[in-house]
């Protein structure tokens, strides 16, 4: 599946939002990727993680133990996606602000993917690895359905993107004139 077709699907679905958005790393964009509204669609879910899986199988040699989802947005990815790679799926939580694995146990030196929706910073991406390594997990990889920031981020693991869409984001104090003539908006989850 290439971009223009994953693209597509999020088109498709009414989740290219357009506006202007608070990112999880503080960036501000005037675009905004809302999954939600492609995953609310199982038909579309099942064809994109379907195709991450096959990339992921591609790109991961060895044994994957456990996908590992970061929530609120990596958790429906990340189950479709071990539906089809026929592991099981756990995911990740914030407890007063951090990731935490809090249902779960994980063996020591299990191999797990980390598979998350949208990558922007890798911000999201580099804390699930940290809250792994700590409990003696070694990350294989990293996976997403959309790299906003096309290849630029690094999260110390291969990174294997679905697709990559780069979308401008600007710090706080940089906006551009007619992005800062818009309220604001803060969609995802962390700190609420
Ligand atoms: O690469 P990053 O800069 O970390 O940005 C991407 C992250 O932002 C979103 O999560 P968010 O924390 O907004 O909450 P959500 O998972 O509930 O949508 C998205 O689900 C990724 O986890
Ligand atoms: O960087 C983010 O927080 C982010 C961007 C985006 O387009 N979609 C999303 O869910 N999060
Ligand atoms: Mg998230």
Redesign the pocket.
């Known amino acids: 599946m290439n971009t223009d077709e994953v693209l597509g699907i999020f088109r498709e679905a009414g989740a290219v939002l357009e506006g202007h958005f608070i990112?999880?790393?503080g960036?501000r964009s005037p675009v905004f990727l809302q999954?939600a509204r492609v995953f609310m669609h199982a038909d579309k879910t099942e064809r994109l993680c379907k195709a991450l899986a096959e990339k992921i199988r591609a790109g991961v040699p060895g044994k994957i133990d456990y996908v590992v989802g970061?929530?609120?947005?990596?958790l429906i990815p990340a189950y479709e996606t071990s539906r089809h790679l026929g592991v099981p799926a756990i995911w990740v939580e914030r407890e007063g602000g951090e990731f935490r694995l809090r249902r779960f146990e994980i063996a020591s030196g299990a191999r797990v993917v980390i598979v998350?929706?949208?990558?922007?910073?890798?911000?999201?991406?580099r804390e699930t690895i940290e809250c792994l390594r700590e409990l003696g997990a070694e990350v294989v990889a990293a996976a997403c359905i959309i790299d906003r920031s096309a290849g630029k981020?690094h999260v110390g693991v291969p990174l294997i993107a679905l697709a990559e869409y780069e979308v401008p984001a600007y710090p706080a104090d940089r906006l551009p004139p007619e992005l800062a003539a818009i309220p604001a908006v803060k969609?995802?989850?962390?700190n609420i």
Do not use: Q, Y
Not at 70 to 74: S, T, Y
Not at 116 to 125: A, K, M, P, Q, R
């Open positions: 990112l999880t790393s960036l999954k970061p929530a609120i947005g990596g998350e929706d949208i990558v922007t910073t890798g911000l999201s991406i981020t969609p995802g989850s962390r």
